[in-house]
């Protein structure tokens, strides 16, 4: 078992028990804070994977709690962020057309408050998930295409690909 920040063995006692909750090298948490259960890599070098990733993303999703919203993928929270904008966008169109609409027939001012606590929603939902990301990574996209995505999707692969490991033998200097 191996330190998910730095691959350095942990020390593990004859009953198979961390002897320490931290990384003696560099300081890492070996443990789950959560559960106590121990958070390393099995195989020697293997990266290890912080927030899995998962395999369908719903808009329904963005309804949980932030702290739920927390655990998710960075890829997944851009994917649930496309979407909420996406309904914002719709829900945007909906209000104008509505209080334009209320503009003339005073029948369809309900409507227009109604898709105006609509977009309220979605607005301040777009707010929690760039807010996660702003915390996390000190940024949020300004646009999410599918390039983007495609291009996060590689650099995911390719870096949980890369092992961590060390060279011990001699280079030749060319």
């Keep these: 078992m191996f330190c998910k920040y730095c691959g350095i063995e942990a020390k593990v006692n004859h009953a198979g028990v961390l002897e320490e909750a931290n990384c003696n090298f560099c300081g890492g948490s070996l443990v789950d804070e959560d559960t106590g259960q121990p958070k390393l890599c099995d195989i020697q070098g293997d990266r290890f994977e912080f927030h899995k990733m998962m395999p369908n993303v719903f808009i329904e999703h963005v309804e949980q709690p932030v702290n739920v919203l927390k655990t998710y993928h960075t890829f997944d929270l851009y994917l649930l962020l496309k979407e909420v904008r996406s309904m914002?966008?719709?829900?945007?169109?909906?209000?104008?057309?509505?209080?334009?609409?209320?503009?003339?027939?005073?029948?369809?001012?309900?409507?227009?408050?109604?898709?105006?606590?609509?977009?309220?929603?979605?607005?301040?939902?777009k707010f929690v998930i760039e807010n996660i990301l702003l915390e996390r990574q000190g940024y949020f996209p300004e646009r999410i295409t599918v390039k983007v995505l495609e291009f996060m999707a590689d650099q995911i692969k390719k870096s949980m690909k890369q092992k961590m490991k060390i060279s011990q033998t001699k280079q030749a200097v060319k």
């Design 88 to 125: 914002r966008s719709t829900t945007f169109y909906g209000m104008r057309l509505m209080n334009n609409a209320s503009e003339v027939d005073d029948g369809f001012k309900d409507l227009a408050q109604e898709h105006g606590k609509d977009y309220e929603y979605w607005t301040r939902r």
